[in-house]
Every structure is written in structure tokens, then in C-alpha cells.
């Protein structure tokens, strides 16, 4: 099995690391930047003997490196800075995305390809049409960070093991997410039964500013751990076919009453992909705050549009 | 490093040794009245060491007194079913055994956490925190953990999807008056009634009640001893690193939905202390009636040996 990853910034190598450490794939790091990515390789692989590392680590310029991966890991692309202009970001990421999705479709053709880079929902859009891959073989990654962060912070709460708690999310990433409290269990146990409202609202407050409180603690830079090891996760379950529930972005086709769209729903990943979209029962709040979160990704996709034209 | 000290060499004992070592937790004692058993199957184990790289030491003994100032303590001693019997049925002769085990357990090791692995569970487990006068907290029973994995395999063999995202509460006794909650069972938090269709569900409850039978019946010779000694092991994963994992295990009651004095399973925070919390999911007035009339069985049980008690035997080499 070969994992790609493009992009050798902080989260880009976050994942390859705990990637490495699972032993499940050989793997290749792509970034245009000069030695970058050949260089954070050659340090995973020194510190092989002692982790144990069975697969290859590679780290290169050249896109021909990603021929024949199973799985594609798009994080490359400029992160948002104070000040910059929204669209300049856009168009940045969406001109590294299309030469990426091009690559991509001609190297690796029967990859799945898990998309990080932001603005995720309509970088995963552009993923999808460019490649022409099959609409379960694209997704994107924001669920699994978000409803990470939410299980932590409820299991630090009750004073219990994080692995314990499962939560789900909807929606977009962050400060859109939909935290689906009904849905949330600590060792089965719906979460009501164990948290006042207030509690919980006030973890799902948190979680929703899970990122910027990072930001805000690190002064320069954005998360990269947690970000990381959600990517080696979703990774690992096509890889092995695991059949896991995640909440990830998916492009819809009239799920949750949306078309047309990536949105972050539950989906089951394994080897193909997105393998079905899990469809719930929703509260009307957690619907209407769903609709929102879909308004958002349409203006992203109005903006995309203008791109094009332009 | 920290020691569990399994009591009895049979396949329970010995398994959860082999799987403690595969997590490399802690340093195990195994011990069995049988001159060499337990020191044969521990050499055995440890000589893949190089190959699995334990990092921790098996060891075996024929004397009881060397489980002194264990952390852990696992009674997998015991006779076992063969097929058609039920687990109750062995009630007379395993209680014998603990009565024997429990005051040495409790001077030997008096600050460990008990774990009792020998059947009928909940009965014993009740029976050992009588006859050992140590806390409840650190007396608990493989009973409830085992009902809701194995429910965790059918559910996940049901909808196609991974075990390890599948949770699952059985509570009560570990028989089959066990209490399976199918809404309190959930797939990466989703509960079960979303995913499954009423009938299906009750399908793998039944098949859950009778998981360990099917067993029995099929192994002929052996009762189940994998999933036991894979659940051991998790449960002194758990106490030794103080993870505070929630897991359904036999404890004696303190007044949890009315019930004192006898042990079924609820699910429970595990941690360096033992039990750190019980937890109660709420229950329909069905389900609590099924758990009272379940607690109602243990005391008959564990009350009528009291009457006819004598002196048990010693620690047993079953499997």
C-alpha cells in the first residue's frame, strides 16, 4: 500500500508521522518547495531504527512520485494570514488544488483522495472535478478534527478516558460545525444523563473555537497534532478497510436535502472511499444550523464559480 | 514495574498473561497448584519475547504466597462447564475455592484490585467481597464486559462496520437473565435504533445471551477463554495506567437502582483505585424489575451456600 501526501507543511508531516508509526503503508511526501519535503522525510527515516518503521518514506518535488497511491492526502496550499484578503486565499489554494487534482488523475488514478486543505468543502469540490474521480473517492477531512476535540474536552470534563467518548458532528469545519449533542456518549451513555445544558454547552463552545484557541496559545501557527493524527485515522480506514463511522465531508446527491455540494455528514470509509452516507434523524435546531453551514459552502462555491470565469 | 498474579494455570490465566505481555503493561505472576504449569506455560510465552519484544517478565510459581504486594489480582481458578451445563450449576464447587482464596487474597495483597474470572461470576464476586472484607471498589467481577463485546461483534458483523467503533451496555447478571440496552449501544455515537431495524436487533441480543453456550458447545472440551482473558487485560491496562475506561463489570451494589449486597454488572469507571464511578443509564421500570429479580437470584445463591458452607478446596488447576 502507498499513501501520498502533498504538502510537507506542519500538518502535512504531522500525518505522515503518525501514518509512519501505524506500519501500514509505504509513503511519499510532495512539496514544491525546494528540499522541504526530502528533508522531513530524511528525518522520519532516521529515526526509523529506533520506531521500528517497516514501510519506505520518501520526500520529493517531482508529482511523478505519487504514481500509484492508494491514498492521497491533499494538505499543500497557504494558510490564512491577519489581513489577507479572502479571495486571494481562494484563489491560491484552488490554482495549487487543480495542478494537484491533475497529477493526481493521471498518476493515481484509483486513489481515494482525502482533502485538508482549506477552504475544505470547495477544495474538495475543485478536487473532485478536476480529477473526475468517482464522487465516493474524494473527500474531505474536518469532522473527525472537530468531533476529536469535542470527546477530549467532554472526557477531561467527567475525568475519564478519551477513547470512551463518541461524539458526531455535522456541517462545515469549526466556527459551522454541528455538534449533534443526541448523538454524543460516554461509554453508551447519551451524554444527558451525565452533563447539565449548560456543560455541554459550553464544551460545544469550546470545541467550536477548538482551532483559534490553539492559534491564540501558540501566538504564530495553527494546530497541527490533532489535525494530523484525524488525517492518519481516516488513512488508516481506507487502508485497511476498516468500515469506520466518521463524520467527513461528502459530495451530496440529495442527502440531508442537499445536492451538489460537500458538506460534513457521518460516512462510513473503507477501501473505496466514502463506502455510504449515514443519514439521521435531526432536532429542527441541528437542521436549521445545517442549512447555514450549507449557505456558507454555496457562497464558497459562488466564489469558485467566479474564479472560473475569471 | 507494577505485578498482576493470575490465579489459576488454565487457558483463562495463561491467555490473559499472553495478552498482558502483548501490551507490555506490566510483570506477570502466574500461579497454579500443579507443580510446573504455570512456570512451563510463563517460560513458554517468554521465550517469544525477542520475537514480540516484551518489555515486561512472566513469571510462574506453585505457591500462592508469592502473589504478595501484587497490584492486580485475577482468580481464574476453577472448574469450568461442559457443554449443557449452565454457569450457575457450578456455583457449589467454585465457591469452595474462593472461600479458601479470599482471606489469603486479602492478607497477601491487601491493597490490590480483585478481578474474578471464575464462574457464575456475579455469585462469586459477591462471595469473595464477603469472605475477603476488602472494598468493594477493588473487588470486581469479568461479567457484564464480556456480554457487551461480544455484543459489539454482532452489531459490527450486522451493519459491516469496524468493532472497535461499535459500544455496547449489558448489565446485570452474567447469565441469561443478562440485560442487553440496545439504545444505549452506539456506532461512532449513533445509536443503534437509528441503524438497525427492531427485528435484527433483537436477534443479536438473543444471540448475545446465548454467545458463551454456543461456545461451550462447540469447543466441547474448553469454555470460552480468549474473550476473558482479552477482557483481563484490559481491565489491568486500565487499573495499572489509571485510564479511567468505562467498562461493564460485577460489583457489589451500594443501593444502584435499589439493589444492595449482591454484585451484577453495570458499567463502571476503572482506574488506579479500582472502581473510581458507577455509572446507572437510566432504565424502563421492565429492565429494572429483570435487575432486581437477577439480584434477588445471587442472594438466594450466595445465602444457601452460606448455610451448607464447608471448607473449600484449595487454589484449582483448572481450565
Redesign the interface.
Known amino acids: 500500500m502507498k499513501v501520498a501526501v502533498i504538502g510537507a507543511g506542519n500538518v502535512g508531516a504531522k500525518a505522515v508521522y503518525y501514518i509512519a508509526e501505524k506500519n501500514i503503508a509505504d509513503i511519499v511526501m510532495v512539496d514544491v518547495v525546494d528540499g522541504l519535503a526530502r528533508a522531513k522525510a530524511l528525518d522520519f527515516l532516521h529515526a526509523a531504527p529506533v520506531r521500528g518503521y517497516e514501510g519506505k518514506i520518501r520526500g520529493s518535488t517531482d508529482f511523478a512520485e505519487v504514481e500509484g497511491s492508494d491514498v492521497v492526502v491533499m494538505t499543500a496550499g497557504i494558510a490564512r494570514k491577519p489581513g489577507m484578503d479572502r479571495m486571494d486565499l481562494l484563489k491560491t489554494n484552488v490554482g495549487i488544488a487543480r495542478q494537484a487534482a491533475r497529477e493526481i488523475a493521471r498518476r493515481a488514478p484509483n486513489a481515494v483522495v482525502i482533502v485538508v486543505t482549506n477552504p475544505l468543502d470547495v477544495i474538495a469540490m475543485v478536487m473532485l472535478r478536476e480529477t473526475g474521480f468517482a464522487l465516493r473517492k474524494v473527500v474531505g477531512m474536518a469532522g473527525v478534527l472537530d468531533s476529536t476535540r469535542f470527546r477530549y474536552f467532554i472526557a477531561e470534563k467527567l475525568g475519564i478516558w478519551p477513547g470512551d467518548v463518541q461524539a458526531m458532528v455535522l456541517g462545515g469545519h469549526g466556527d459551522e460545525m454541528v455538534p449533534l449533542t443526541g448523538y454524543t456518549s460516554v461509554g453508551g451513555i447519551p451524554i444527558g444523563q451525565l452533563l447539565d445544558p449548560a456543560s455541554i454547552e459550553a464544551l460545544v463552545t469550546r470545541t467550536r473555537t477548538g482551532g483559534a484557541e490553539i492559534v491564540s496559545l501558540l501566538k504564530s501557527g495553527s494546530a497541527f497534532y490533532a489535525p494530523g493524527a484525524s488525517v492518519a485515522k481516516m488513512v488508516e480506514a481506507v487502508i485497511k478497510n476498516e468500515k469506520r463511522l466518521f463524520p467527513a465531508s461528502a459530495f451530496l446527491r440529495g442527502e440531508y436535502g442537499f445536492s451538489d455540494i460537500y458538506l460534513g455528514v457521518p460516512v462510513i470509509m473503507g477501501r473505496n472511499g466514502v463506502e455510504r452516507i449515514v443519514e439521521l434523524p435531526l432536532t429542527e435546531a441541528e437542521r436549521s444550523a445545517l442549512e447555514a453551514s450549507a449557505r456558507a459552502v454555496k457562497k464558497g462555491l459562488d466564489e469558485l464559480a467566479g474564479i472560473q470565469e475569471g | 514495574m507494577s505485578r498482576v498474579s493470575i490465579v489459576g494455570g488454565g487457558n483463562v490465566g495463561a491467555n490473559a498473561g499472553f495478552f498482558i505481555a502483548e501490551k507490555g503493561v506490566t510483570d506477570v505472576l502466574l500461579v497454579d497448584i500443579q507443580q510446573g504449569l504455570s512456570r512451563g506455560k510463563m517460560l513458554d510465552i517468554m521465550e517469544a519475547a525477542p520475537i514480540r519484544r516484551y518489555r515486561n517478565t512472566l513469571a510462574g510459581s506453585d505457591s500462592l504466597s508469592d502473589i504478595e504486594g501484587s497490584q492486580i489480582v485475577v482468580i481464574a481458578a476453577g472448574a469450568i462447564r461442559s457443554p449443557g451445563m449452565r454457569r450457575e450449576d457450578l456455583y457449589t464447587v467454585n465457591a469452595g475455592l474462593i472461600r479458601n482464596l479470599a482471606p489469603q487474597i486479602a492478607r497477601l495483597a491487601p491493597q490490590s484490585t480483585v478481578i474474578v474470572a471464575t464462574e457464575p461470576v456475579d455469585s462469586l464476586t459477591t462471595l469473595f467481597f464477603q469472605q475477603s472484607g476488602m472494598p468493594r471498589a477493588r473487588v470486581l467481577g469479568l461479567g457484564g464486559i464480556l456480554d457487551s463485546t461480544r455484543l459489539r461483534v454482532l452489531i459490527a458483523r450486522e451493519l ?3 468493532t ?2 461499535v ?3 449489558v448489565i446485570g447478571r452474567h447469565s441469561d437473565d443478562m440485560i442487553c ?1 440496545p439504545r ?8 443503534l435504533p ?2 438497525l431495524a427492531p427485528e435484527r436487533i433483537a436477534a443479536i441480543v438473543e444471540e448475545t445471551r446465548t454467545a458463551g453456550d454456543l461456545v461451550v458447545e462447540m469447543a466441547k472440551r474448553s469454555s470460552s477463554y480468549y474473550a476473558p482473558s482479552a477482557a483481563v487485560a484490559e481491565l489491568a491496562d ?1 487499573i495499572h495506567m489509571n ?5 461493564p463489570v460485577s460489583i457489589v451494589l451500594d443501593g444502584e437502582y435499589g439493589v444492595t449486597g449482591a454484585a451484577l454488572s453495570l ?1 463502571a ?1 476503572i482506574g488506579e483505585k479500582g472502581v ?1 464511578r458507577v ?1 446507572t ?2 432504565l424502563t421500570p421492565q429492565e429494572k424489575e429483570v435487575f432486581m429479580e437477577s439480584a434477588r437470584k445471587i442472594d438466594a445463591a450466595v445465602k444457601g451456600d452460606a448455610r451448607g458452607a464447608r471448607a473449600g478446596g484449595a487454589a484449582g488447576g483448572a481450565s
Open positions: 459491516d462496520v469496524s472497535e467503533i459500544s455496547a451496555i440496552l444505549y449501544c452506539s456506532v461512532s455515537g449513533v445509536p437509528h441503524l486500565s485510564l479511567n475506561r468505562i467498562f458499567p469507571v473510581a455509572l443509564p437510566e
